[in-house]
């Protein structure tokens, strides 16, 4: 069976250093991969999405990159923190089977507070 | 544009019924999803819907009308530990997920 893994779960970093936040997916071959970011008490805002190795879609102009170098693994980066940056973020997948969508996971999120 | 209209929140009785609508424009649709999440946590899946009818998961239930933009998730003998948002997201052409909101479900005693 499919599982996705996001880790770390909590991350406090200053402002100004550097973050990379990793996913990756198992039991999946060629998953479309997505970044997303929540704040406190608001909707999910999709960051970046990738359909295949190297392919990054860009959604929202920011301080934040991100990367894939596997086709399973999907990375989060930034060379220097905002406050504005904090919040949840989500990594998630989704593979296809023919042409009908096969499921849209979350992973379990990490909470980043910049200070 | 490609819009999701949710209720921002809704209250109900522990042992009672909810349904929670939702609308949609979007270019394109490759189906409508529901989500439950926890505050704090990641979102967990609920139901997909492609097709047009009623798809029954134990308590939980969704139902989708392609014709008319517009699904809802039915929650049946309501539990203390169903308080939380629901997600209602539709799927384009391009397969990105448009969001909605989200409704707070309160259940009271």
């Known amino acids: 069976s499919q599982t996705i893994h996001q880790w770390p779960a909590t991350l406090v970093q200053p402002v100004g250093s550097p973050l990379s936040l990793e996913c990756t997916v198992e039991?999946?071959?060629?998953?479309?991969l997505y970044w997303y970011r929540q704040a406190a008490g608001r909707g999910l805002q999709l960051l970046f999405y990738?359909?295949?190795?190297?392919?990054i879609s860009s959604e929202v102009p920011q301080n934040l990159s991100a990367s894939r170098p596997q086709d399973r693994q999907f990375i989060l980066s930034s060379k220097k923190l905002l406050l504005s940056d904090s919040g949840f973020y989500l990594c998630?997948?989704?593979?296809?089977?023919?042409?009908?969508?096969?499921?849209?996971?979350f992973g379990s999120g990490t909470r980043l507070t910049v200070v | 544009g490609q819009n999701i209209d949710q209720p921002t929140e809704m209250t109900a009785t522990e042992g009672a019924i909810v349904q929670i609508n939702c609308t949609y424009q979007t270019s394109g649709f490759n189906g409508l999803f529901w989500y439950q999440q926890h505050a704090g946590e990641a979102p967990t899946f609920l139901s997909y819907?492609?097709l047009d009818g009623l798809e029954e998961k134990g308590r939980f239930s969704s139902f989708l009308s392609r014709s008319k933009g517009y699904s809802y998730l039915l929650l049946k003998e309501l539990q203390m530990k169903d308080s939380a948002s629901y997600l209602c997201?539709?799927?384009?052409?391009?397969?990105?997920?448009?969001w909605g909101a989200g409704t707070k479900l309160i259940i009271k005693p």
């Open positions: 998630a997948w989704t593979g296809m089977v023919g042409d009908r969508v096969d499921g849209y996971t």
């Open positions: 819907n492609v």
């Open positions: 997201a539709a799927m384009d052409s391009n397969y990105q997920l448009i």
């Open positions: 039991g999946t071959s060629n998953p479309n």
């Open positions: 990738s359909v295949g190795i190297g392919q």
